[in-house]
């Protein structure tokens, strides 16, 4: 965390100065704003919290209800999540409170006795390490509350606009804000009032029955699977000897639950099959009473005992995989032609069972992709092209999401006696665990990804996936810490130059660093804005290959010792060395040669490149960011 | 973290419900407290912070400012220290923002040169691995702002009472109350005004010229060095390559400097040593002008510059190593006769350099030590006898403290050419790196410390010394934790059994576990109060020595598995398995015959006795705890 820069700061330095329309920043939700965003779930909240590191963008977000929600349906978090929560600086404290996965139990059928059920496989939860990242489950309405108080802390000062509910939207191409939102009051004495607020961007995070989606033309296509669940959060006592792990149990009465355990060690959540629905049985199922839910539990678990003594929240649904074939205005074949300014995100866009624990975590990925787009754009640096990416990335990403969770909660609703082998569902679990855990995400080359032609210089930073961490440390305090840690949701490019040769020799790395500090066609200088600080958009870091106290930081490109601040005082963060117990290179496969690695804005692998190839590298930023001199 | 069981809990679980005189706490300062403590230090804010967690305690913390420290001298936190917020809950949160230090580098004159200076050696910070907790530097305005968080999450929602000034105290036997104080109103309408608090106890925590220390007729005794210093916090820029790292530079010109890189990745502080001062010019070295303390780092950090660009704060000072002799009212000829009501801690009881980073730690120690003791005195569990174990036991502890001080102060004042070898100082750093730690305490045997005869059972538990947490891995989620981090500071001892056998088998271990639930003497039934749960008290939990998944939970004892809440739900969270990796009875030295070690609210052991020796530790828990039945 770095602070004081300024001059010496008394209070909590996740405070950050106000800026722009932190400044000032209206109570009431003004007639006129950037980028409106309808919906405080996770897919809204997390592109309003990446937008408040944009102060000169003024970004609203309305609620339909009137306060912050107080228990959500969403509580599972793969560990991409809590990747994406450490750079908006939550990670820790949301796993503090959260309760951790580590194991998943497989119960089914005794074979000597099928009125039992006996524990089965007890698979990791994450055998390989595909990452140092936790796999969580808490409730959505805390995740929540730290991204609100995120932006609370943000230049931006922003908060939600509670109690405006969405109506209808229309674009008029012919206004600098040609978005026109009708909202209505839901609360307070304008209870009912409408509110016409124009945008220049608008983003429907407002959920599975999506208006926002409706006003664009969008339809959910898939199916519904006629197949009944309860769920329900609750408080019991039991002697059923693995509740407070995640289960998948199949009972020989044909019965299925599966088992969360939640956080503060005694609530758990239970899906209970409710069976297959007949098509016009539809309403009915829904109406199941939650003694019914409960009996049906008791009935799986036997022969243990299940003493509900308290239901915190219960519902019936049935499994529909649904999604949209574009995530923004721009019909399909216009795409090209013109430029989205409406946009849908999260369940708006896919809606899928609960099984995986999939919905909160792509949704926030849906956010985090559009986030600083917009954010690039309504602050001039990227041209409105970039806008058209967002749903050619997430709308594969969905469809995705969609197919693998049709399989999962298929295999999950199947009964004991179908299964070829009684191991095949903890195996499907086991071998797919890279899809749930959010890492399978690939975005193939576009004006953002470049090709794979050099990936053998960087064979574990894959592109198009994200950066996967690795330790370092760093040279100028000695202290070891996570490379990829180290990336705040601010918006900002990283470019990792991973060193050849010797600090202070001629070498590659010291050409390339050269070239960017003073290279005609160097990306820092064609893309910082006049005003701004050398790393304002291309924050650019060192890792070399040697230890840390061989290295003479006097010795060092000052590309990489960048001045900051009204002192000019050195940035000492930006200069790594190997950590000789984990060496990066070895871990990620990286060239003793050297490589540069460019990461987006949202932690994803843009382009892996030799330190020769600068006019590549000046080439693949010139393609979505515009020349600012 | 542990929430949910009195039904579900929306909002931020660190935020307890109110209970005791938190559900209708006085805004304003009452004129009738249990304790009142003068000073919002790190003395003060501990014990206020410990003693919010017993809520029918109505505790009050008055302070002299009329607002929160903005800035504060202080800012070495030993990893003790570290140890001690994560029982508070803030070790995550403060590490964030912390500098960390990992290594310390020693720079002295050029042997060929010794106009120049050059680095010698660069010892690692914690070589041997005292604690898993880091060694950080953080203002001490932040520590307390952690402090007053917790304490207002609490149960008794305490907050300091700012704007009183403490002029007097009486003591009085003869009354419910015994302890009148004096106040003065410092700001606001009533300024100048006195205002009367009768407590029943008062703690000073009112720095180094204290006047609770005053009167109670308690004086600092000691020795003022007559070598002076100037200190200061400065935003500069320089190519002084270690200026990120802790350093001690001894110049060739016969100046020293200790260079404490500060949090934030710019501030640095630089102790600049101003040399030997006649006794008759006391007052003249503090008026050192600003300018001629950076012109002398300037001459000592040459050829390196050092262009200063900010100054945060600075300060001259005279090293002085005093301590009292009594940490309370009770004159030494009395102690046994009568018991304390008025204590002093931190700084009011020793002072000396700011060199070894050791003052807010001891400081933060003495009111860790104290808190429980009052909550436990107050709240009728312990008679009052065991406050006198306060004074006993702290001030020893200081003693040790100034001479450690005297001794590194002075080898820091120490011109190059007076050293034997030049690597000296090094050396004496590294050597006695467990006391700066904050790891040398050890308290001798008392009512609330055992004697060693049983020490064989658990080496690595040294009886009287913090508890060094390790690696275990709850059986009932599969979560791998340090077994040591999940003692809050919630004022509860801590009995680990660690097991013998197996689970479900006779032991000494089930033995031992039928005898804390039923045994005529045992602890748990005679000094839990009436009203409380198993746990309130003395909080027992087991170790096995198998690996979790080989525990049938069902087959645990019902003493580590007690209900709580009012739905008298399990709980899960007291039952723990060996790491694999990371056996904890290798790593502490555990017989497997099993023991019990038990660990004071202050985290320090108190004792380690056989499974079998239950009526030694009955006997040693009616030493200090009253039978409430």
Chains 1, 2 share one sequence.
Not at 209 to 231: E, L, N, P, Y
Not at 443 to 458: E, F, G, K, N
Request: net charge negative.
């Amino acid at each position: 965390m770095q602070f004081h820069h300024h001059g010496y700061v008394s209070g909590d330095p996740r405070v950050q100065p106000a800026a722009g329309i932190g400044l000032d920043r209206p109570e009431e939700l003004p007639d006129e704003v950037d980028v409106l965003i309808v919906g405080t779930g996770p897919a809204g909240m997390i592109t309003a919290a990446q937008l408040s590191m944009f102060p000169d963008v003024h970004t609203r977000i309305v609620e339909r209800r009137d306060g912050r929600l107080r228990i959500g349906q969403a509580d599972g978090i793969q560990a991409r999540s809590v990747e994406t929560f450490q750079a908006f600086g939550f990670a820790g404290a949301i796993t503090a409170e959260a309760y951790r996965i580590t194991e998943m139990c497989f119960w089914r059928p005794d074979p000597d006795d099928p009125r039992r059920i006996v524990r089965g496989e007890r698979p990791p939860d994450d055998p390989t390490g595909i990452s140092e990242f936790p796999h969580l489950i808490v409730n959505q309405a805390r995740v929540l509350d730290y991204f609100a108080e995120f932006m609370g802390n943000s230049p931006s000062r922003m908060k939600p606009d509670y109690g405006y509910e969405f109506s209808e939207l229309e674009v008029t191409e012919d206004s600098d804000h040609p978005v026109r939102v009708t909202l209505v009051h839901t609360a307070g004495e304008r209870e009912g009032e409408e509110k016409v607020v124009r945008a220049r961007y608008v983003l429907g995070a407002d959920g599975a029955r999506s208006r926002v989606r409706d006003s664009i033309g969008c339809t959910m296509k898939g199916d519904q699977a006629f197949h009944a669940w309860g769920v329900m959060d609750v408080l019991a006592v039991t002697d059923f000897p693995d509740i407070r792990l995640k289960c998948a149990i199949q009972s020989g009465s044909g019965g299925n639950i599966l088992l969360i355990p939640r956080e503060g060690g005694h609530l758990f959540r239970m899906y209970v099959d409710l069976g297959e629905v007949a098509p016009d049985n539809k309403g009915e199922v829904r109406r199941t009473p939650l003694e019914q839910i409960i009996a049906k539990a008791q009935a799986i678990l036997a022969p243990y005992t299940l003493d509900v003594k308290h239901v915190a929240w219960h519902s019936v649904y049935e499994v529909g995989h649904r999604v949209t074939d574009r995530f923004d205005d721009v019909p399909l074949d216009q795409v090209g032609t013109r430029t989205p300014h409406v946009f849908i995100a999260g369940d708006a866009c896919h809606t899928h069972s609960a099984k995986a624990g999939q919905g909160m975590n792509v949704s926030m990925q849906d956010g985090f992709n559009l986030g600083w787009k917009l954010g690039y754009v309504l602050t001039g640096r990227s041209p409105e092209s970039l806008l058209a990416t967002y749903s050619a990335e997430r709308q594969v990403i969905a469809q995705n999401l969609i197919d693998f969770d049709k399989e999962w909660s298929t295999l999950m609703a199947k009964r004991p006696e179908e299964f070829e082998d009684p191991r095949q569902l903890a195996e499907f679990y086991v071998q797919t665990a890279e899809f749930p855990f959010g890492f399978m995400t690939q975005y193939p080359p576009s004006m953002i990804v470049a090709d794979q032609s050099h990936q053998d210089l960087a064979t574990g930073f894959p592109v198009g996936k994200r950066f996967k961490s690795a330790p370092v440390v760093r040279v100028a305090d000695a202290n070891p810490l996570h490379l990829g840690h180290q990336h705040r949701a601010d918006g900002r490019w990283r470019l990792y130059a991973f060193a050849d040769g010797v600090p202070g020799e001629a070498s590659a790395l010291a050409s390339w660093a050269g070239w960017m500090a003073t290279g005609e066609d160097s990306p820092v200088l064609a893309h910082t804005p006049a005003d701004g600080e050398l790393d304002a958009v291309l924050d650019v870091k060192v890792v070399y290959q040697q230890r840390h106290d061989t290295i003479d930081i006097g010795t060092v490109p000052a590309l990489f010792l960048p001045r900051t601040g009204p002192f000019e005082l050195v940035d000492y963060e930006k200069v790594f060395a190997t950590d000789p117990e984990d060496d990066i290179f070895d871990l990620r496969g990286i060239d003793r040669g050297g490589c540069v690695v460019v990461v987006r804005p949202d932690q994803y692998v843009a382009a892996v490149l030799p330190l020769e190839a600068t006019e590549e590298l000046a080439a693949f930023f010139r393609q979505h960011l515009k020349d600012l001199r």
